[in-house]
């Protein structure tokens, strides 16, 4: 479903400058776990034997032990009240609402309709942060931000995400096992794989031999991405199997780069005869849009140009690739025939 790794270069650069970098929490994607005193419990529980772990579930009520990244982890077996620093989406995609959850992915539009109620985390400072969740008594906190694992795991059950470490996919089954929904990742998974396959030879068909390109544009850079680095570009490249120019196919699509930064003079090199166009917030992206480089291309003369809010586009949970699948296939059917 949606194949990609998690590294956030360019994206904690955004949540810098759009002011949402939690304390020490790094939402755009890096770190936090927990470990409620396991390196003492482990030793006791090794110590007991096998039967003791295997008794544990019952041991202490309504627990459970997971695998996580930072080893075995207790938690409740029936999670209610959940804290998450980047997990938003997953959690929401099969109908469980955190108490608390980061800026960074409240900011998502996809999720809008989701998340009343739920308390954005304070990030002013970290004490500030960690004062607020302890007040929230949760029962689970789930973290992508090794850097806050220990602090949390003080306050609850934490389970650390380390990025990169799974696929899209894998973190959403992952996150929905946490929290009992399995079933209901399950079903999401295959309704999503099943509205992007029943459209795929229609796309290939309006496309054809054409290539698709994502540009995104910063201050005074310029990035080109492929498969790897969100945007939809799974759907587009792994999915539907459309082509990128061959500068992105060889390293960002076959390869494994997740972007490169290249300049205006270089354009015509990485977009195609589709460009998928961001721009980050509170750029100024005239020296793009106003060079006499960028309107000389095809795409953008024959407007074939889609234009995405970049906050939203940077989001890889299952709820935003469901509504990126359908933003790709309403701009490709404006083009059959043509």
Not at 39 to 57: D, F, I, W
Not at 230 to 258: C, F, H, N
Not at 290 to 307: H, I, M, T
Request: charged fraction near 25%; include cysteine; proline fraction near 4%.
């Amino acid at each position: 479903m949606m194949n990609r790794t998690r590294r956030l270069a360019p994206a904690i650069a955004v949540l810098a400058a759009v002011g949402m970098l939690t304390g020490c929490s790094g939402k755009g994607g890096e770190s936090r776990n927990n470990k409620v005193n396991t390196e003492n419990e482990s030793t006791a529980q090794k110590a007991q034997g096998p039967e003791k772990n295997a008794a544990s579930r019952d041991a202490e009520e309504g627990m459970r032990t997971v695998e996580t990244d930072k080893g075995q982890v207790e938690i409740p077996i029936n999670p209610e009240n959940i804290v998450t620093d980047y997990y938003l989406g997953e959690f929401l995609a099969v109908d469980v609402k955190p108490a608390i959850a980061s800026p960074y992915s409240l900011s998502n539009p996809f999720l809008a309709d989701k998340t009343e109620g739920i308390r954005e985390m304070d990030i002013t400072s970290v004490e500030t942060s960690l004062e607020i969740i302890a007040a929230q008594e949760p029962d689970l906190i789930v973290t992508i931000t090794e850097a806050d694992y220990e602090k949390y795991s003080e306050i609850a059950p934490t389970v650390y995400i380390q990025d990169g470490k799974r696929s899209d996919e894998e973190v959403f089954r992952y996150i929905a096992d946490l929290v009992g929904k399995s079933g209901e990742a399950e079903e999401y998974i295959a309704d999503f794989k099943a509205r992007a396959l029943d459209v795929k030879e229609e796309i290939r068909g309006i496309v054809g031999d054409r290539t698709v390109s994502i540009v995104e544009v910063w201050p005074q850079q310029i990035y080109t991405m492929g498969s790897h680095f969100a945007r939809g570009g799974s759907i587009l490249y792994d999915m539907w199997e459309l082509k990128a120019p061959e500068a992105v196919q060889a390293d960002m699509v076959d390869g494994d780069t997740q972007y490169q930064v290249v300049s205006l003079e270089a354009l015509p090199e990485y977009t195609g005869d589709f460009i998928l166009y961001g721009v980050l917030a509170d750029t100024d992206s005239a020296f793009v849009e106003d060079s006499k480089l960028w309107n000389s291309l095809e795409a953008v003369q024959e407007g074939r140009v889609l234009p995405y809010e970049q906050v939203s586009f940077m989001h890889r949970d299952p709820i935003t690739y469901n509504a990126q699948l359908d933003i790709f296939i309403d701009f490709f059917r404006g083009f059959e025939g043509k």
